[in-house]
């Protein structure tokens, strides 16, 4: 168990919808980060937070955006879902700045758009 | 920007075959490297990691070595099991970044 917990574990929705996908990172980690995963393009950064400040930005579409709240949990609302959005989505939380801290994943929330 | 590249899956390999997956990188300082596992229906977890170059992570049996000569960190095991199937993930994080990049991941699978 790595402390990290996400829910919900699935998430079914049509083209056009919004869903927002929450994340609670491991007692006492600070950073927070959200990766995409699909079949054709493995493991993609998305955005990460410290502390409740946005801290790094990867390939993260305007139609997505996420936000950490003063608990240090972690929401990622996705708006006007197409298909392609179907994917795994997962949240890694790590305690320090230092380039040596390994994240710790959480198992996702597979979202599937219809 | 920074990169991982890892060799392509899937491998299959015998019960107590040796294992290699080979993982070479691309960054503009002086990163940490990581392996991760990824079971089926799970997260990815830390399997090891390596800080400096000539490091060497070691965990379950598995070993690589921070290679910044050739800017490489290959993931071996001398001797895997059934239960060593899974996708396994090289991956980076600079000095002072935030994010960790990965490579696309290698599918082992190991029969008995």
């Known amino acids: 168990d790595s402390g990290v917990t996400q829910t919900p574990k699935h998430l079914i929705t049509a083209t056009g919808q919004r869903v927002t996908l929450r994340c609670s990172p491991r007692?006492?980690?600070?950073?927070v980060y959200w990766y995409q995963q699909s079949l054709d393009q493995g493991l993609q950064f998305l955005i990460q937070y410290y502390n409740g400040e946005e801290r790094a930005k990867g390939n993260i579409l305007e139609r997505f955006s996420a936000q950490q709240f003063p608990d240090l949990h972690s929401e990622l609302n996705l708006s006007s879902l197409e298909l392609g959005d179907s994917a795994l989505y997962f949240c890694?939380?790590?305690?320090?700045?230092?380039?040596?801290?390994?994240?710790?994943f959480g198992n996702g929330t597979r979202l599937t758009v219809t | 920007g920074d990169s991982v590249t890892q060799m392509e899956g899937p491998v299959t390999l015998s019960e107590e075959a040796f294992l290699t997956i080979n993982c070479t990188y691309t960054a503009t300082g002086y990163p940490s490297l990581f392996w991760y596992v990824q079971y089926p229906g799970e997260g990815l977890q830390l399997l090891l990691k390596?800080?400096?170059?000539?490091d060497k992570g070691s965990n379950k049996g598995f070993e690589a070595t921070y290679r910044k000569e050739t800017t490489s960190f290959h993931l071996e095991k001398g001797s895997v099991q059934v239960s060593d199937s899974a996708v396994y993930f090289c991956?980076?994080?600079?000095?002072?970044?935030?994010?960790?990049?990965f490579g696309d991941g290698t599918t082992l699978t190991v029969k008995p």
């Open positions: 390596a800080t400096k170059a000539d």
């Open positions: 007692s006492g980690d600070l950073s």
């Open positions: 991956a980076l994080k600079e000095t002072n970044a935030g994010k960790s990049t």
């Open positions: 890694a939380s790590s305690g320090r700045q230092g380039n040596n801290s390994p994240l710790h």
